[in-house]
Nanobody
């Protein structure tokens, strides 16, 4: 059984930085796709970034150039470096992993099999 645990959420000011971590226990194939999602109150969960076993990464337009996703398959750990944070980035951030490599729908929450409990990010003006 796979469990994901996020950490690193905090309250920062506009323009600040945070680094989120996600560590998995249990077996996840090295080629599997991982992703970061976020959800604000009353909003649907949205994909922020994803990365696969070949370290191919993609980002939502709203975070492109400010966020960087990375992963160490040997450590079963993924990170999200968030720079130049904005108040609209405030949300609960979730990490997710699939059972294998996703060839499509990587920004769709329904495509992922394992989820963390979420970590709160708050950016004040």
């Amino acid at each position: 059984q796979v469990h994901l645990v996020e950490s690193g959420g905090d309250a920062v000011q506009d323009g600040g930085s945070l680094r989120l971590s996600c560590t998995a226990s249990g077996f996840i194939p090295g080629h599997a796709s991982w992703g970061w999602f976020r959800q604000s109150p009353g909003m649907e969960r949205e994909g922020v970034a994803h990365i696969d076993g070949h370290n191919f990464a993609a980002y939502a337009e709203s975070v492109k150039g400010r966020f960087t996703i990375s992963k160490d398959s040997a450590k079963n750990t993924m990170w999200l470096q968030m720079d130049r944070l904005k108040p609209e980035d405030s949300a609960i951030y979730y990490c997710a992993a699939a059972s294998g490599l996703l060839a499509w729908g990587q920004f769709s929450a329904a495509r992922y099999d394992f989820w963390g409990q979420g970590t709160q990010v708050t950016v004040s003006p």
